[in-house]
Structure formats: structure tokens, C-alpha cells
């Protein structure tokens, strides 16, 4: 699809160039004879992309003007890469980031050495871009295609004839009558053809109906009434019969264990294996890391964002680029005073309140940025970011540092050497609909790659089908391990949720489980009956960790149910020393984009870590943040 990629100077230095195809002419010289050298050498071009067509080819550009160093994009002409200008806007800001101090000191030597042999001595070697560059052109390409497929490709507004507006206008009107006729007429037309169908089959169905061993005659029919039962009497009251249960019964069926290869087959369809975790050289299978929303090329390779080492203002506005945008006006040179950097943290303050951080961390963020950056002379936006990279971590590490134990396989393998071969039992809680038994499935597959033994607490005797649930989870991870190291126990609904805790966890000791993982019925954090069930439930069975299960579409409000739910444990519990929760699981992580401020307003409220990240429906959809990360996504 792309014929030729070229970076050159504006001097005609050719610092990078890749071909892909043998080419007719040579395209890249042909724009600079016909568009640039009559330019001016491109001094006054702006760094948007450009187009240009020269026999077969379509050619591209883009220049980074601090640099005077122009970005040549040559295709075939017929066809249609909508990708294209931010192809080269992605190859820029990733060639500038990278090699931004060679270009200037092959400037600075071009300049002193007169173009001579100083100049090709000291020529620096660009030929390392060439795995990046196909990184970035992966990454664009898979980005636009997901565009494509959300129906918002480059922002492209809608016609006016597809909006609501235009139907209220006369001629929208006169359309809307004209579609609403001609469907009328099809409609009509359909039924005249069904019936006269109708009608043509009609004599010939009583015509074969009539004949003798045609199996339709009146014999046959009254043959049929005499075998049709009495209607059955409908059995009122709470009384049902076993029959009736074991029919009704969708979750239960033969042993996962023993499952056949279709079913098998069915499970491994639940499980991403893009998606899957790594094992340590300890032989610990650990969780991905929560992978990033910009783009995806290779492995680990990140998609640049427009302010990352892009110094032309491509989206031409100063909100568009992101936080380090605020920090553009700052003037090369010039030594950052507090007065001088109050505007950029009042900004820096208001674009974090957008991310949903709470006011109180937003504060704490721009305070530990600021007072690093006072003092220091502006070398570039680079040497900026750098510095707004550096001193956001501190601060955020500061926050995010847990004040308990994140190894729970650890945890584990303590409590089963030194607790006298207990389980390490783990309560799922959390307010309707989150997906608590869905993440809890995650950590019992999660659980089954590190060998342990598992048992399914069925706790939640409330809401309809969530035994049956848990069932099916059961028995697709039992068909995924080809064992039986998870196991479900159940009592049905309308039982004590905390003696059925009680007698699971006796179960698990008895029968040697490593692990019990109790499901909570859900329940709304101002719900005190409920709240009350559940500080009996922890009260009585004392689980190992309490996990918070919560939403992250929901921004800060989930941060209202996590310190409910904390403070009803302690209301609650009846204890001298009450129990809280002691981590928090953020599911639906996949749909909030950059939004990550309430994950850091649930860690910075109650000092507890979040452990995992629900990202999708698969047992291999659970991660795991990092600091690195959370930064990223707080920077567009």
C-alpha cells in the first residue's frame, strides 16, 4: 500500500528513506523541483500535511519547521489511505522524540564543517528507525481501522441529509412521506403474493389431503385428536416436584471433568490467548499489564499522542494536545518561577478534574510538579515533559504505593504452610450489576494457572440464576483445567449467606482446597439491611481479603460506594476491631479511556490497592496497573 517513505532536511539531506516496490521515477524529487523549491525551500509551510499527484504516485508531506526536516509519504494514487496524514504526523513525532539531538548537531556540523568531509564523518546512523517506523505503521493503521469500525473515521461530520434536523425541513418531510409510500407499496406487494400463493396451494393440499395413503385424510386427523391428551392442571402453591426442577435446570449437567473435545471447545472460546499473562522464573502466573489505549503496534510498542515531541500544533488547538500543551507559551530559555508556572497548574489542575480526579489528589499532583520544576530553565517541551513525566510519578507512586500485601499467591502459600492447612478464603463485594461473579471467575482461572485447588462459595441466595451462574463458570473452568481443582458449593436461595460461607470453608478445609472464593449478592450501598447481612457474613467467616468489586465507568461514585461499604463494615461488624475492605477490583477498565482519575481517588480515599482491572468478558481479560501507565493516560 505504501510505495516509499522518506526523511530528508529541507537542504536535501536524505536522513531516513524506506522503499517498498521497485518505482517509476523518483517522486520525492519531483515534489521538491515542482512544489517546494518553488516555494521558498518550504520556510513559511505549514506543518499540516499536504498532497500532491505526479504520474501513477499520490505523495504526502508534513515538516517539522524547528528542525527543517520534511516527511515524504508516496502511494499509488488510486488509492484511498485516509490514515495517511496521521501516519505522518505519528512518524514525525516519533523520529523528532528520538532523534532530535542528532538532527540539530548535523545541523550545527553542516553549518560549521560548509557540507565537507567533517560533515559526512559525523553523519549520525538513522537506519535503528526502521523497526519504530513499522511500529507506527501497524499502530495508525490498526487505530483507523477500529475508527472505521466505531463509524467516526477522521472526525468526518455527517451530511445534513442524515441528520433529524433536515426531516423538519420540507423537503426532509416529502422524503420521509416518499420512503413511508414506497414501503407501504412493498408491503402490499408481499401480502398480494402470499396470498395468491396461498390460494394456487390451497386445491392442491385438499387434493392430496383426499387421496388414499396420502397421510393427511380425515382417518389421519381424527386418529390425531384421539391421541391428544386432557389439559394438565396447573399446580398452584410453593410446592414443586422434582421433575419440574431437574427440567428447569440449565446449569446443571454431566461433569466438566469428564466433558467431551466440543465441549472443551466451547470453553478455550472464552479464553484470549493474546491476552494471556507470562510466568516468572519462579514459575508464578502473573496477569498483563492494562494495555494502552493510543495505539498498538509490536509488543510493548506505544503510539505516540500528539504532544509527545510533536512541535507544530498539528490539531490547532492548545486543548487538543493535551496536557503538556498548557506548557507550549513557556519560552525557550526562560528560568520557571512559581508566578510563572501558576496559569499552566491552574490548567494542569482543570485538565485532571476532566480525567475525574478528585480535587484533593489534583492539588497534591500540581503541588509535587510544580515545586520540582521551579528553578529550572525551559530546554524545550521535551525537557519539559520530561520534567512533568518525572516529578507525576513521584506524586502518583506516593499514592498508589499500597499499605498491604499485592502477592496474594504469596499470601497464599503463607497461610496454607503456617495456618494449619486452612484456605485462604477471598469475599467478593460490591454494589448490582459490577460483575462480581465475572471477575470472580477471572481470579478462580487466574488461580487454576498457578496450581492452586479452588473452591466456588455460591453466597449469593438472592438474585435468580446466580447459582446457576456460577455453575457454568464451574464447568467451563473445569473443562479449561481438564481437572477437578475448582469446585462449587452450593445450598440454593433463601439461605443464611454467612452459614453457607461457614460450612464452605469447613468443606474446603476438610477436602484439602488451597483457596474459597466467597460471591456477595450485590447490594446498594445505602441499603442498611444488607449492609448489616454483610458485615455478618465477614464477621462470622473472617475471609483472608475483602475484595471491593467496582465499576470504573462510573467515575467517583464508585469511590461513594467504596467508603460506604467500608463504613458498614465497621458500623456493622460488632467487633472490637473491625474489619475493611483490603482491595479493590476496577472492572469495565476497557470503557473508560483516559479517565483514570476515580482509580486513583479509590486508592488515595481508603490506602488500599487495586489488585486487578477487568478489561472484557474472557478469563484472560484481568490486568493489572502500573504507575507508567496511569501517567500516560493522565498526559493526553
Given at each position: ?47 499540516r500535511a499536504r498532497r500532491y499527484t505526479t504520474g501513477p504516485y499520490a505523495v504526502q508531506w508534513t515538516f517539522a519547521n524547528e528542525l527543517n526536516v520534511i516527511f515524504v509519504a508516496v502511494y499509488q494514487k488510486i488509492l484511498q489511505l485516509p490514515y495517511m496524514d496521521e501516519l505522518l504526523r505519528a512518524v514525525k513525532r516519533h523520529f523528532v522524540r528520538r532523534f532530535e539531538d542528532e538532527i540539530r548537531a548535523l545541523g ?529
Amino acid at each position: 500500500m505504501l510505495d516509499q517513505f522518506t526523511i530528508a532536511t529541507k537542504g536535501g539531506v536524505v536522513l531516513w528513506d524506506k522503499k517498498y516496490t521497485e518505482m517509476a521515477g523518483t517522486p520525492a524529487n519531483t515534489l521538491i523541483q515542482t512544489e517546494l523549491i518553488p516555494a521558498g525551500g518550504g520556510e513559511q509551510q505549514q506543518t499540516r500535511a499536504r498532497r500532491y499527484t505526479t504520474g501513477p504516485y499520490a505523495v504526502q508531506w508534513t515538516f517539522a519547521n524547528e528542525l527543517n526536516v520534511i516527511f515524504v509519504a508516496v502511494y499509488q494514487k488510486i488509492l484511498q489511505l485516509p490514515y495517511m496524514d496521521e501516519l505522518l504526523r505519528a512518524v514525525k513525532r516519533h523520529f523528532v522524540r528520538r532523534f532530535e539531538d542528532e538532527i540539530r548537531a548535523l545541523g550545527a556540523t553542516t553549518t560549521e564543517a560548509g557540507g565537507g568531509a567533517a560533515m559526512v564523518a559525523a553523519f549520525p546512523d538513522f537506519g535503528a528507525f526502521d523497526e519504530e517506523f513499522e511500529n507506527v505503521w501497524r499502530a495508525v493503521e490498526e487505530r483507523d481501522r477500529r475508527e472505521r469500525a466505531a463509524g467516526r473515521v477522521g472526525g468526518t461530520p455527517r451530511r445534513f441529509e442524515d441528520t433529524r434536523k433536515f426531516q423538519t425541513t420540507a423537503r426532509g418531510a416529502m422524503a420521509e412521506m416518499a420512503e413511508l409510500a414506497e414501503a407501504k407499496d412493498v408491503a402490499f406487494s408481499d401480502a398480494a403474493k402470499d396470498t395468491a400463493s396461498g390460494r394456487r396451494q390451497a386445491p392442491r393440499m385438499r387434493a392430496w389431503s383426499g387421496r388414499k395413503g396420502g397421510g393427511g385424510g380425515d382417518a389421519a386427523g381424527k386418529k390425531a385428536k384421539a391421541k391428544k391428551g386432557a389439559k394438565e392442571n396447573r399446580v398452584w402453591g410453593d410446592r414443586v416436584t422434582k421433575e419440574t426442577m431437574a427440567a428447569l435446570d440449565y446449569g446443571r449437567s454431566s461433569d466438566a471433568a469428564d466433558s467431551g473435545p466440543d465441549e472443551r471447545a466451547a470453553a478455550a472460546a472464552l479464553v484470549d490467548e493474546r491476552a494471556k499473562g507470562t510466568r516468572t522464573a519462579d514459575g508464578v502466573y502473573e496477569v498483563a499489564d492494562v494495555a494502552e489505549r493510543a495505539g498498538e503496534g509490536a509488543a510493548g510498542f506505544v503510539l505516540l499522542d500528539d504532544e509527545e515531541g510533536d512541535d507544530g500544533g498539528d490539531r490547532g488547538s492548545e486543548s487538543s494536545s493535551g496536557l503538556l500543551g498548557m506548557f507550549r507559551s513557556l519560552t525557550r530559555g526562560r528560568v520557571l518561577t512559581a508566578e510563572v508556572l501558576a496559569e499552566p497548574m491552574a490548567r494542569m489542575r482543570e485538565h485532571l478534574a476532566n480525567k475525574n480526579v478528585a480535587a484533593e489528589i489534583a492539588d497534591q499532583i500540581c503541588q509535587t510538579v510544580a515545586k520540582g520544576m521551579v528553578g529550572v530553565r525551559v530546554g524545550g517541551l521535551h525537557s519539559i515533559r520530561a520534567l512533568v513525566e518525572q516529578h507525576m510519578e513521584v506524586a502518583l507512586t506516593r499514592i498508589l504505593t499500597p499499605v498491604s500485601s499485592t502477592d496474594i499467591i504469596r499470601d497464599i502459600d503463607h497461610t496454607r504452610t503456617h495456618g494449619a492447612r486452612r484456605p485462604y478464603t477471598m469475599a467478593f463485594v460490591g454494589v448490582n450489576g459490577v460483575g462480581k461473579s465475572t471477575n470472580l471467575s477471572k481470579v478462580c482461572y487466574w488461580l487454576l494457572q498457578n496450581n492452586k485447588r479452588v473452591l466456588v462459595a455460591a453466597c449469593d441466595t438472592f438474585r435468580s440464576g446466580a447459582v446457576e451462574q456460577l455453575r457454568v463458570h464451574v464447568r467451563n473452568l473445569r473443562a479449561l483445567a481438564g481437572s477437578d481443582n475448582v469446585e462449587i458449593f452450593e445450598r440454593g436461595y433463601g439461605k443464611d449467606s454467612a452459614a453457607i460461607a461457614k460450612d464452605a470453608i469447613a468443606f474446603a478445609a476438610a477436602s484439602d482446597f488451597d483457596v474459597v472464593l466467597i460471591d456477595t449478592a450485590g447490594r446498594m450501598q445505602d441499603n442498611e439491611p444488607l449492609m448489616r447481612a454483610l458485615a455478618k457474613l465477614v464477621s462470622v467467616n473472617a475471609p483472608d481479603k475483602i475484595l471491593f468489586v467496582g465499576e470504573a465507568l462510573v467515575g467517583n461514585e464508585a469511590v461513594d460506594q467504596l467508603l460506604k461499604f467500608n463504613q458498614a463494615l465497621r458500623d456493622f461488624s460488632g467487633q472490637a476491631n473491625p474489619r475493611h475492605i483490603d482491595a479493590i477490583i476496577l472492572t469495565k477498565f476497557d470503557t473508560i479511556d483516559d479517565r483514570v482519575g476515580a482509580a486513583l481517588s479509590m486508592t488515595y480515599t481508603t490506602g488500599q490497592p487495586i489488585v486487578f482491572v477487568g478489561t472484557g468478558q474472557t478469563y484472560t481479560d484481568l490486568r493489572k496497573m502500573n504507575v507508567a501507565q496511569v501517567i500516560r493516560a493522565l498526559l493526553r
